[in-house]
């Protein structure tokens, strides 16, 4: 393929652009990232995070160090990310998403999300991903998570399998609200998660979800 | 001639400042050296991260008085933006209270400071006491939600009052008109500042050389009495030898510096309570060594309504 001027124009428009998302996000919500039982490393890694907004994976990516940022795609939803050119901009151009469909590939010949994902790891990618499958939008602290992150560390034994809890994205901007609130946001990693041997699917995600849940900082844990 | 005169005034105190970083910055490198011998070591390590984030404090003061009346007004509408956001990220809320928490950030907060900039007392004074509280439950309420409606509205409340309306109370100091002392109010809230922060600065200097008996161990396990009285005792002195930047004669100035001392005390007491109900021991992690905006402005908050007024009611005509 020829650079054409307007590609090159594309990519500093998403390199401008994605300052400008980190810088907003990080001014609006004060996001820190906090990290427990393991740093930030220049290891493939699999983040799989709770998922209460759009905004998430910005808030994950925003609190990696820089150079890991260019190495980390968020895996997305098709229907939202290409609904219109400016989201397709944003999911594409600036954050390299991994475009899923997340009616399950229903469709005849739709590639399967795990196979899509095992396939990006594979090839050297890191991936941010959202094992609720969905966005929580109700009450419920965490929905159960789906067995794609069972069999994504089955397939990808070498990948870090990093559990992320990140906080007050819901209050900051509820479904339905038209105009954010500035809240602090933490986003915290944990210690990284490794399939034992023999470990069976239920088990393994019943620990990732205790994982996730046990990073929620403590003034959370005790509304339960 | 006023003016210069004043200006000397406000260099003379940064001076006075000044010597005392440099000295605790001389004492943090001697523990670090002779104590710790270079290695890390908690006590002195928090010391020292404590006295440089002083250095950017006092730096980010000096260049707000630098730009007069304005300056102050961003600097504390920035101070106050800073704790709000502390607050309402440690309260308990939820879906229902968003329009209320919008409306506290987006018009409460600048309106406050609008008020004070176009110098309207009658009005901040009683902004958010009266129409912020009435009008912050009215849009809870119209959220439907009941579940542990009074606590949440009168979180939301607590944080404006605190955050804003005392916090507010600061740069509306400018504000006032005292006979004899015009164009010098900087120097009110140097003399405040100085003070409070003085004495959090001396009882824990105070309570880490000679603390033994603690005032609040389920609150604030490092407050002891010998760094409180130590402290506040130490501070009130501070004041009085103040007196000359100040429109109080040394036994007034004295008196004022106790005051805020003492309510500066109990106002960190109540923030701590506050943050003991929410399982977490900083506000936030803003300043380095410190904590949070509102860990290092819990003693100011509570001071600085009392001390506004004190001098509106005793100083003014």
Not at chain 1, 62 to 72: I, V
Not at chain 2, 193 to 210: C, E, H, N, R, T
């Amino acid at each position: 393929m020829n650079p054409s001027p307007r590609s090159g124009l594309r990519k500093a428009a998403a390199v401008v652009s994605s300052w400008l998302i980190v810088g907003a996000a990080k001014l609006l919500t004060g996001v820190r990232g906090l990290w427990s039982g393991t740093g930030p490393k220049a290891e493939q890694t699999l983040y799989f995070a709770n998922h209460t907004s759009h905004g998430d994976f910005v808030l994950l990516w925003a609190t990696l160090p820089p150079d890991l940022r260019a190495l980390t795609r968020p895996v997305a939803g098709q229907d939202y990310w290409e609904a219109s050119a400016l989201r397709r901009f944003i999911g594409e151009d600036v954050f390299n998403a991994l475009m899923i469909r997340r009616d399950g590939g229903t469709a005849a010949g739709a590639p399967n999300p795990v196979e899509q994902m095992t396939q990006a790891l594979q090839s050297g990618d890191s991936l941010i991903m959202f094992p609720e499958g969905t966005r929580n939008t109700g009450d419920e602290t965490l929905l159960p998570l789906k067995s794609g992150l069972f069999h994504l560390a089955r397939a990808c034994p070498n990948v870090r399998l990093v559990p992320v809890w990140i906080e007050n994205l819901k209050r900051v901007l509820p479904k339905g609200m038209l105009v954010p609130i500035p809240l602090a946001c933490t986003v915290r990693y944990g210690a990284p998660l490794v399939l034992a041997e023999g470990e069976d699917k239920t088990a393994f995600i019943a620990r990732a979800r205790a994982a996730m849940l046990a990073l929620r900082p403590e003034y959370d844990k005790a509304e339960d | 001639m006023n003016l210069s005169a004043s200006t000397q005034t406000t260099l003379t105190l940064f001076g006075g400042v000044f010597g005392v970083l440099v000295l605790a910055s001389a004492i943090g490198a001697l523990l670090k050296w002779r104590v710790a011998h270079g290695q890390p070591h908690p006590v002195i390590d928090n010391l020292n991260s404590r006295v440089n984030a002083w250095w950017v404090m006092v730096a980010v003061i000096g260049l707000a008085f630098a730009f007069g009346k304005g300056g102050v007004i961003v600097l504390f509408y920035l101070i106050s933006f800073y704790a709000l956001r502390e607050f309402m990220s440690l309260a308990y809320t939820r879906r229902g209270d968003h329009h209320a928490i919008a409306v506290a950030f987006f018009i409460a907060l600048p309106v406050q400071y609008f008020l004070i900039w176009i110098d309207w007392y009658g009005l901040y004074a009683i902004f958010i006491p009266v129409y912020a509280f009435l009008v912050l439950p009215i849009l809870a309420a119209v959220g439907g939600d009941t579940q542990r409606f009074l606590e949440r509205t009168s979180k939301i409340q607590w944080g404006l009052m605190v955050c804003v309306f005392c916090i507010s109370h600061v740069p509306a100091l400018l504000t006032l008109q005292i006979p004899g002392f015009e164009g010098r109010n900087l120097l009110l809230i140097a003399f405040l500042v100085i003070v409070v922060q003085g004495s959090d600065v001396l009882q824990y200097v105070w309570g880490k050389l000679f603390g033994r008996h603690k005032v609040a161990p389920e609150l604030s396990p490092s407050k002891t009495w010998e760094g409180l009285i130590g402290g506040v005792a130490s501070a009130t002195a501070l004041g009085a030898a103040l007196s000359w930047a100040t429109p109080f004669t040394p036994w007034q100035a004295a008196l004022m510096a106790l005051t805020i001392c003492l309510m500066g005390f109990f106002g960190g007491l109540v923030m701590s309570a506050i943050k003991r109900d929410r399982g977490v021991k900083d506000w936030g992690t803003m300043i380095e060594g410190h904590g949070g905006m509102l860990d290092r402005l819990d003693s100011v908050v509570f001071a600085a309504p009392v001390f506004f007024h004190a001098l509106r009611y005793w100083w003014t005509p």
